[in-house]
């Protein structure tokens, strides 16, 4: 799908994950990006286009 994204990557979050790193309070940090930021564990990070793009999140 994207050219930098590694084959593992995952490109949505359910409620059932569980490999996602929760911070230490317990918070939700998600990164969307080109790359991924470093120190960002890859469970937490969506690959996006290096050009403009516009998410949609659906949250209930």
Do not use: C, K
Request: cysteine-free.
């Amino acid at each position: 799908m994207f050219e930098n994204a590694p084959q593992e990557t995952t490109y949505l979050f359910t409620d059932t994950d569980t490999d996602i790193v929760r911070g230490d309070d317990g918070a939700l940090t998600f990164h969307v990006s080109h790359a991924q930021p470093e120190g960002t564990p890859l469970s937490n990070w969506l690959p996006a286009p290096g050009d403009d793009f516009s998410p949609y999140i659906r949250a209930y």
